[in-house]
């Protein structure tokens, strides 16, 4: 990717704004824009501003993080990083998508539902992915579901894409069981939403898969996700963990 430096501003008013209401200004064609964090539509039509944004300004590292961390347990099972076939939830322009490829994954497949992500990883990324599809998980219909199955997943990688408005956890649950058993499970999410006051629902559904054997953890770390407007650090929890079972729809909360 070669894109030119855009101009972005973070907000002046920073100590007011919380994570899930966070914006900055771009300018574009001379005109300073307004554009919130979570608006990944819009974000995703201006070449090179994801990128600038969180993985520049911010310094985002939760795609390393994950590919680190998996790539460890790879090797340590002696597992051929080539035969892994995968699938990237929520997988915006294709940042995670690249970075397991770096790991060595051989058959990649991303999964958004928005059409502006997928346009943005053939323009920016194209060579990443073998299949990009654009589809509501908690809405497949039987031609997606077959072509889903159809893939002979053994690896599910979802990264900063759970919780808040974007992925919730029964879309979580249905790519979940599309991996096979024996499967890889790498995730990051919010510390926040581990922990005992979450109303996400992923800290009841994570630790319900591990208390029932589906999920079987097998390494995890806190880390920095990015900055916040104000500079200040977001923790996330990344985990890469093995599939024994699918996840039954009433262990969604
Ligand atoms: C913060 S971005 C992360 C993109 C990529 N995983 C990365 O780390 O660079 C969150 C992505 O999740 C996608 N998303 C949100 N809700 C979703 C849903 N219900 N199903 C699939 N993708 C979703 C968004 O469109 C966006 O591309």
Redesign the pocket.
């Known amino acids: 990717m070669n894109n030119t430096e855009l101009e972005i501003r973070l907000p002046d008013n920073a100590e007011q704004i919380d994570q899930d209401s966070e914006y900055c200004s771009v300018r574009l064609d001379g005109v300073w824009q307004e554009i919130r964090f979570?608006d990944?539509?819009r974000i995703?039509t201006i070449p090179g501003l994801?990128e600038q944004l969180?993985h520049d300004i911010l310094d985002?590292r939760?795609?390393d993080v994950v590919g680190k961390l998996l790539k460890e347990q790879v090797q340590r099972d002696q597992v051929a990083e080539s035969s892994l076939r995968a699938l990237?939830?929520?997988?915006?322009?294709?940042?995670?998508g690249e970075q397991l490829r770096a790991v060595g994954v051989g058959h990649l497949a991303g999964?958004?539902?928005?059409p502006?992500?997928r346009d943005a990883a053939l323009r920016d990324r194209p060579e990443v992915y073998d299949a990009y599809h654009v589809?509501?998980?908690?809405a497949l219909s039987e031609q997606e579901s077959r072509t889903l199955a159809a893939a002979g997943f053994d690896t599910l990688?979802?990264?900063?894409?759970l919780g808040y408005?974007?992925?919730?956890p029964a879309?979580f649950r249905t790519a979940f069981n599309f991996v096979r058993d024996g499967g890889w499970i790498t995730f990051?999410i919010k510390d926040r939403f581990l922990s005992a006051d979450d109303t996400s629902g992923f800290a009841e559904l994570i630790g319900r898969c591990q208390k029932e054997g589906l999920l079987e953890v097998r390494a995890s770390e806190r880390y920095r996700h990015r900055l916040n407007v104000r500079g200040e650090p977001l923790y996330y929890v990344a985990f890469v963990g093995t599939k024994h079972g699918d996840i039954p729809a009433e262990l969604v909360p």
């Open positions: 979570h990944y539509a995703f994801y969180f985002c939760s795609p990237d939830l929520g997988a915006g322009n294709g940042l995670v999964i958004d539902i928005l502006q992500a589809l509501d998980m908690t990688s979802c990264v900063a894409a408005a974007d992925i919730p879309a990051t």
